[in-house]
């Protein structure tokens, strides 16, 4: 589920967008300042022309042709000086002392979309937006989560054991920064676990995580070397599945399994367990037929690390289907 070159262009597009706002922005308040405080503008030459002195003054040293020491710490002073003045005067008219800085929607790229090498969590965000939007599982969520769930859809059994359940669910959202923790979603088909998995990639996303959502057969397509462009989608797929605050993988046992596909799974779950990334897995499958096909390795990976969360009951896609119900 990489990104196309159309969708990456479109974020970069709009880190220029922010980088062009802030920038009027800082202008409009240096006219502003400098109209009110003539004095800032002075106070701005002069710590300019003292800068460039001091980086003088610290190219002769490094040459070795003796800049003076003493002179070098007057520069200092000298501009301590001034930016306490330029602080004081702001403050003094009633702004902040940061206001006539570059201020940025977010700090710590520099709305540049990168630290360095590595996608900003601004980015990552905005990314996984894109690939939700592209996909039909944004309709799904806006139909599927807390505040459309309903006890009325479950059975006797149901209505007994989802409670806890439930609860199970909605603490994962409300602890998630708190806490590193997983779920494993296990029981008969139709009983409810996709839905809650919905309800949850809902909350997370709405309070800005960054959430994926592959079935069985889609995360293992990824790894395909045959899936695209195998060197960008290899790269890409590394950010989704790995660095994502949270993967959902839905239905796994309806995958074809193979030696690869078992290896690919360990993988990525203890790769995300070292980067205490939270991981959520639903299967249809008994524990006992989860072990007996993915190995006594994954297995013992998931039950020491992971909240197991029983499902029970009828088919409740069945019964509404034979009730008649929406």
Request: charged letters at 30%.
């Amino acid at each position: 589920m990489p990104l196309t070159n159309k969708q990456y262009d479109a974020i970069m597009r709009e880190y220029d967008r922010r980088q062009y706002r802030n920038y009027r922005t800082q202008c409009a308040r240096r006219d502003e300042v400098f109209q009110k405080i003539p004095r800032i503008r002075e106070i701005e030459e002069q710590i300019s022309s003292f800068s460039i002195a001091q980086a003088e003054k610290l190219f002769l040293d490094e040459q070795g042709t003796g800049a003076d020491p003493r002179a070098l710490e007057d520069l200092r002073r000298g501009l301590t000086a001034l930016r306490q003045e330029k602080e004081l005067l702001l403050k003094g008219q009633g702004y902040p002392a940061d206001y006539l800085e570059m201020h940025y929607t977010c700090p710590a790229c520099q709305d540049t979309g990168y630290i360095g090498r590595r996608k900003c969590d601004c980015f990552r965000r905005e990314e996984i937006r894109l690939l939700y939007s592209s996909s039909r599982l944004e309709e799904a969520l806006s139909k599927e989560n807390f505040s459309t769930l309903s006890f009325d859809v479950y059975d006797a059994e149901q209505k007994a054991a989802m409670p806890a359940v439930i609860g199970a669910c909605q603490r994962f959202v409300q602890t998630f920064d708190q806490e590193f923790q997983n779920l494993m979603l296990y029981g008969p088909v139709g009983t409810g676990k996709t839905f809650l998995t919905n309800c949850i990639a809902k909350e997370l996303l709405d309070s800005s995580h960054s959430v994926v959502y592959f079935t069985a057969f889609q995360l293992f397509e990824q790894f395909s070397p045959s899936y695209g462009d195998a060197g960008s989608a290899e790269e890409q797929c590394h950010d989704a599945i790995l660095d994502s605050d949270l993967l959902i993988l839905d239905d796994l046992g309806t995958e074809l399994l193979n030696t690869f596909t078992v290896s690919r799974l360990f993988q990525v779950l203890n790769e995300r367990a070292l980067r205490r990334r939270s991981t959520i897995i639903s299967t249809n499958l008994s524990l006992k037929d989860f072990r007996d096909l993915y190995s006594e390795r994954i297995f013992s990976r998931i039950t020491s690390s992971y909240t197991l969360l029983k499902f029970t009951g009828s088919d409740i896609r069945i019964r509404r289907k034979i009730s008649g119900s929406p």
